[in-house]
């Protein structure tokens, strides 16, 4: 079992930035992909991206490639995705999650974090 704390949500401006921090714990932690999903109120969980296991792969969803950045530290076992550019499209309960497969699919993940609110204003 692996426990998953996300943190850094809040309140930002159009064009602002916002780094999300998730902190996993358990045993097989250190070598599951994470992925960061996210959800919209009235809207169904819908992928954001993911980080292989070794850090050494990634993949991101259309809507936020190219501003948003997904990437871990092995030692503090803890994934970071940095926001930039943001805008009040992005706004969402975002939620982190870890797996042994590296997948777009929320499925496929046994894991999950409790979810933290990123409200971008206009």
């Known amino acids: 079992q692996v426990q998953l704390v996300e943190s850094g949500g809040g309140l930002v401006q159009a064009g602002g930035s916002l780094r999300l921090s998730c902190a996993a714990s358990?045993?097989?932690?250190?070598?599951?992909?994470m992925g960061w999903f996210r959800q919209a109120p009235g809207q169904e969980r819908e992928f954001v991206v993911v980080i292989s296991g070794t850090g050494g792969t990634t993949s991101y969803s259309a809507s936020v490639k190219g501003r948003f950045t997904i990437s871990r530290d092995k030692d503090k076992n803890t994934v970071y995705l940095q926001m930039n550019s943001l805008k009040p499209e992005d706004t969402a309960v975002y939620y982190c999650?870890?797996?042994?497969?590296?997948?777009?699919?929320?499925?496929?993940?046994?894991?999950w974090g409790q979810g933290t609110q990123v409200t971008v204003s206009s």
């Open positions: 358990g045993r097989t932690a250190g070598n599951y992909a």
């Open positions: 999650a870890a797996g042994p497969y590296y997948s777009r699919e929320s499925g496929r993940y046994d894991n």
